[in-house]
């Protein structure tokens, strides 16, 4: 892997200090650990990973800088950058400004692998931090409504609190009172339910963990779609699951793949009927009736995502589970997708006995969700019939697309995306099928986040690929395109004109 004729000149930046060995080390690392999968910097990540787990980089060890790895090693600089950033993740290396980049060691304390979720979610719990530059980040990297701007105004009273059934607000099946409101709004869709069928969930994340719990044991598959939502990997990963691809084109996740998923028994099948995360494609009609009837036949529990259904620039087709009679479906909604990030409420619709089985589960999370939050969904519902909110978010979010796509016109015009039926975001393929991953860490430096496969895929397929989020304000989406624009623009001067 590694580019031996430059480790003399890496010896030479500290004399003191073993460079030269280090590099040797990681050299033998990559040879026994052999991991030749998915893209260059997590390849280079694992063999960091390997040498540490070996004590081959003990404690306290201080690993090349960025440019002078890269330097020896043949690749770019932000190659390293996002490959030390995944080891910063994981709790195997830290960064000391000014100092360098240092090896912490596995008995760190810290939470297992893969507990931790993705950097997106990394990013949510840190939103404090100053860009690289010295202001904030544009965030087209996270799918969520993050101003409650827009929402009708709603009230709820110390007297509302004291009618909520029970009285003590604890109660894992949700209020009755939005389980019938949620009830009915799935009807709507063209899935009939029942009050029964429903539990509410603090939301649809919160959903998917319940799913896992339901069905999942540590080693089982679970087919999932590829791309997909972030925080289905983050879910049935903790829950010990081994993931099966299933591929998504155009026209949402492929009937075939679902078919070859399932001929392995899986524990569960996941997928979204749309519009997807991150590709905004929605199921039509055929394929939902194809996949209802396979997963039917093969008696597998599906859970399908239905939680950007309402956000579809038109109305879709019924969920998938509306052509599944009483077979193990669970139809995953979100309320904070559609009215405010902060409401956190979703739910499950499922046939009775797996609805209990959902409630019994949920019990053991949170004892039931906040009643407030779920006064306030309830109130939110009733004002929302045909007309009225869900037809101003829709538009609104779809103006707000409307500005993202023109700026990458204007700005990278040579960047291809499909346009989306609905959701948040796009899936971006910028020119030259590259390191998408490393030019996402030269965009942190320009002050712009965006997605990568790294938080999307268990396949490793989709290596040149960007989610980008248009649920951002307006002014945001312009000058987030702006500083996207100005990192390919810093990417093309270093690499110098174009061979004659």
């Known amino acids: 892997m590694l580019d031996r004729a430059n480790l003399g000149q890496l010896a030479q930046v500290e004399a003191t200090q073993t460079l030269l060995d280090v590099v040797e080390e990681l050299n033998a690392a990559t ?22 787990d070996r004590g081959i980089l003990p404690r306290g060890t201080r690993l090349p800088a960025e440019r002078q790895l890269a330097a020896a090693l043949g ?13 910063v993740a994981e709790g195997v290396v830290e960064r000391l400004r000014g100092s360098g980049t240092f090896v912490l060691g596995p008995d760190t304390l810290g939470l297992p692998p893969g507990r931790e979720g993705s950097t997106l979610v990394h990013r949510l719990v840190d939103r404090s931090s100053d860009g690289p530059l010295g202001h904030e980040i544009v ?20 007297a509302d609190l004291q009618a909520t059934v029970p009285d003590t607000g604890y109660t894992p099946w949700g209020l009755p009172g939005l389980r019938h409101a949620i009830a009915q709004h799935v009807t709507g869709w063209g899935l009939p339910t029942r009050p029964e069928q429903v539990v509410v969930a ?17 080693g089982d598959f679970v087919a999932v779609d590829d791309p997909t939502y972030p925080g289905v990997i983050a879910a049935f990963t903790q829950a010990g699951a081994r993931l099966l691809p299933m591929a998504v084109d155009d026209g949402g996740v ?49 859970v399908e995502d239905a939680a950007l259904h309402d956000l579809a620039w038109r109305p879709p087709p019924p969920p998938i589970a509306a052509w599944c009679g009483d077979a193990a479906v669970a139809v995953l909604g979100s309320l904070s997708k559609v009215y405010w990030g902060g409401l956190r ?16 589960v949920k019990a053991t999370h949170d004892l039931g969700s906040s009643a407030v ?32 796509a023109a700026g990458l016109h204007r700005h990278l015009p040579d960047w291809e995306w499909t346009p989306p039926a609905g959701g948040m975001s796009i899936w971006a ?72």
């Open 373 to 404: 939050s779920q006064l306030v969904a309830e109130r939110l519902l009733a004002g929302s019939a045909p007309g009225g909110f869900l037809d101003w978010r829709r538009a609104d979010l779809q103006a707000r697309y409307d500005v993202l």
């Open 254 to 302: 492929r009937p075939d793949e679902v078919a070859r998923a399932l001929a392995l028994r899986p524990a569960l099948v996941y997928l979204q009927s749309g519009p997807h995360s991150p590709t905004g494609q929605a199921l039509a009609d055929p394929r939902r009736r194809a996949i209802a009837e396979l997963v039917t036949a093969a008696r597998v529990p599906l």
């Open 429 to 500: 393929r910028p020119p030259g099928h590259g390191d998408a991953a490393a030019f996402a860490q030269v965009a942190l430096r320009h002050g712009v986040a965006v997605a990568t496969q790294g938080a999307l895929s268990c396949s490793g397929a989709h290596g040149d690929r960007l989610r980008i989020s248009f649920s951002p304000e307006p002014e945001a989406l312009e000058e987030g395109v702006r500083r996207l624009a100005a990192a390919w623009g810093a990417i093309a001067a270093a690499a110098g004109p174009p061979a004659h």
């Open 139 to 158: 965030d087209l990297s996270i799918s969520v409504l993050g101003s409650a701007a827009g929402l009708p105004d709603v009230q709820v009273s110390t």
């Open 31 to 52: 040879t026994a650990s052999q991991p030749g999968r998915g893209p260059l910097y997590q390849r280079l990540a694992r063999s960091v990973a390997a040498a540490v």
């Open 75 to 87: 690749v770019s600089r932000g190659t390293v950058v996002a490959a030390y950033d995944d080891l």
């Open 202 to 218: 603090t939301g649809a994340q919160q959903a998917l963990s319940a799913a896992a719990s339901c069905w999942v044991r540590p």
């Open 345 to 360: 409420v979703g739910f499950v619709r499922a046939p009775e006995p797996v609805a209990l089985r959902f409630a019994r």
